[in-house]
């Protein structure tokens, strides 16, 4: 299976400027495709006895190379590359709205997740240094996955992956005033060594509350830092745009929201590798998690917790680990149902937070209740 890898470059004054470049062609072929397929589909839609076929992303290149990189010069001061796979990105984008799983492609703005892929030779020459093609070699804060191990947490080992990472390509990307580096690699999945099951339930003041009757606290990041982000976004509303204020003002506001980011995926990816890493069996509810963002109410409570996220997460680590993930269909009552006896009750409200069972006055946390009535369907 393939695996990804992201960690934070330090760059030279030069290589800030060379990144901006790649960012800037990237976007704006980008840009210049949409233009291009959206004016396509309107003829289309006006025109439908004559209509022109809608191009691929070796055609839209072809275009590019013909109409507008002959007109900028600075197409040339990048790798040729950039601005192929950024065509490539627009026609998957294309792709996705056409199956109905994503909406229609967006026009990009300067500063706002830049970002651009180079392809070719990319070598790991050791630790902390990593070369690419055009820009040359960039080093990294951290150590990269020269001869990549699949760590293993609480077992007596773990596997190496290959003896090389040999990445076929690398995305780069800004947050803030920081820039990553990311690839992918190859990794073979491991062997679970347990056959347990455990059932995981997910909350809004909790995180998530287990069969085994351990509750985990969300981060709760955005909570936390929510006067703070308020504040700054108050202080920047009179700044001139593009003035040099303005521009301190909006890294530091993209900073903490990195920081926000930063603490709510950390929190998860401890918790998705116990629980993948030490359980055979991880059985969840397929929330509506789009239906419960809906709650005006709620919404902001869900998405501080990262419910997508989580369960991201647990899909590919169940697969690294060698564990199973069971997912129950969202219209299971494991809430409504006794643990004890099995007793379906007709309704409960989200102010009740004790189940208590009219059959065998049973009484349990509702959240420890679901938990307990997930582990039982894969046990």
């Known amino acids: 299976m393939l695996l990804g890898f992201k960690t934070e470059l330090k760059l030279t004054n030069q290589q800030r400027t060379a990144f901006a470049k790649h960012c800037g062609v990237a976007r ?6 949409l233009g291009l397929t959206k004016q396509i589909l309107d ?3 006006a025109n439908p006895d004559s209509k022109i076929k809608f191009p691929s992303a070796i055609d839209l290149h072809k275009w590019l190379v013909a109409l507008v990189k002959s007109e900028h010069e600075w197409y040339y001061e990048v790798s040729k590359s950039t601005p192929q796979q950024a065509l490539m990105a627009l026609r998957e984008s294309w792709k996705r709205y056409f199956n109905k799983t994503a909406g229609v492609p967006k026009f990009k703005k300067k500063g706002q997740r830049d970002s651009f892929t180079l392809e070719g030779t990319v070598k790991i020459l050791g630790n ?13 804060y951290e150590r990269l996955p020269f001869g990549f191990a699949v760590p293993s947490v609480g077992k007596p080992s773990c596997r190496a992956v290959s003896p090389q990472v040999k990445p076929k390509s690398v995305t780069i990307s800004r947050q803030a005033d920081r820039w990553f580096i990311s690839f992918r690699l190859e990794t073979e999945a491991q062997e ?9 339930a997910l909350g809004v003041k909790v995180l998530v509350t287990l069969s085994t009757g351990e509750v985990v606290e969300g981060a709760k990041s955005y909570k936390k830092y929510e006067s703070k982000l308020s504040r700054m976004q108050w202080l920047n509303r009179h700044k001139i745009i593009g003035s040099a204020n303005w521009k301190k003002a909006q890294i530091k506001i993209a900073s903490l929201h990195r920081k926000i980011a930063n603490i709510r995926k950390d929190t998860l990816h401890k918790l998705t590798t116990m629980l993948t890493n030490n359980h055979g069996v991880v059985v969840i509810e397929d929330l509506n998690v789009s239906g419960m963002l809906a709650n005006q109410r709620l919404s902001k409570s869900i998405a501080d917790m990262g419910f997508y996220e989580f369960r991201r997460q647990l899909t590919y680590k169940c697969e690294l680990y060698g564990s199973k993930l069971v997912v129950v269909d969202r219209w299971f009552p494991s809430s409504k149902t006794c ?4 007793t379906k009750k007709e309704t409960l409200t989200l102010k009740e ?9 049973f009484s349990l946390d509702r959240d420890l209740n679901a938990a307990i009535n997930l582990s039982k369907i894969a046990s």
């Open 128 to 140: 902390n240094k990593i070369q690419v093609p055009v820009i040359g070699v960039l080093k990294t």
């Open 353 to 361: 937070r004790m189940f208590e069972c009219g059959h065998c006055g």
């Open 192 to 200: 679970s060594l347990y056959t347990n099951v455990i059932g995981v």
């Open 43 to 45: 003829h289309n839609k």
């Open 28 to 33: 704006h072929a980008w840009n210049w495709g």
């Open 339 to 342: 643990s004890n006896c099995g």
